[in-house]
């Protein structure tokens, strides 16, 4: 049974940083692709970046720059780490897998595991 637990969300100030954690169990060892997505109440979820042991990754334009996804194998966690978060990267953020032999995407259909999100809250 797939399993993926997000942790490190919390509040900041415009200009601060987080460390987004998500310890995944459960899921083949390389055939994978993990992935980050948000969304804020009445807004579409958004994909931010989404990663493969291969060294694949991508990211959402409007973070490009500013994040950086990772991954610790002997640990079974995914990062996200967020600098000069702006308000506009307000809202819960979730983990997700997919069993995959593709490159990374950041469309949300594509992905089948989720996690309950934590939520990430910038003011100004």
């Known amino acids: 049974q797939v399993q993926l637990v997000e942790s490190g969300g919390g509040s900041v100030t415009t200009g601060g940083s987080l460390r987004l954690s998500c310890t995944h169990s459960?899921?083949?060892?390389?055939?994978?692709?993990l992935g980050w997505f948000r969304q804020s109440p009445g807004k579409e979820r958004e994909g931010v970046a989404a990663?493969?042991?291969?060294?694949?990754?991508t990211y959402a334009e409007s973070v490009k720059g500013r994040s950086t996804i990772s991954k610790d194998s002997a640990k079974n966690r995914l990062y996200l780490d967020m600098n000069n978060l702006k308000p506009e990267d307000t809202a819960n953020y979730y983990c997700?897998?997919?069993?995959?032999?593709?490159?990374?995407?950041?469309?949300?259909?594509?992905?089948?595991?989720w996690g309950q999100g934590t939520q990430v809250t910038v003011s100004s």
């Open positions: 997700a897998a997919v069993v995959s032999f593709l490159p990374c995407r950041l469309d949300g259909d594509y992905y089948y595991y």
């Open positions: 459960g899921l083949p060892y390389d055939d994978h692709t």
């Open positions: 990663f493969r042991n291969s060294g694949n990754t």
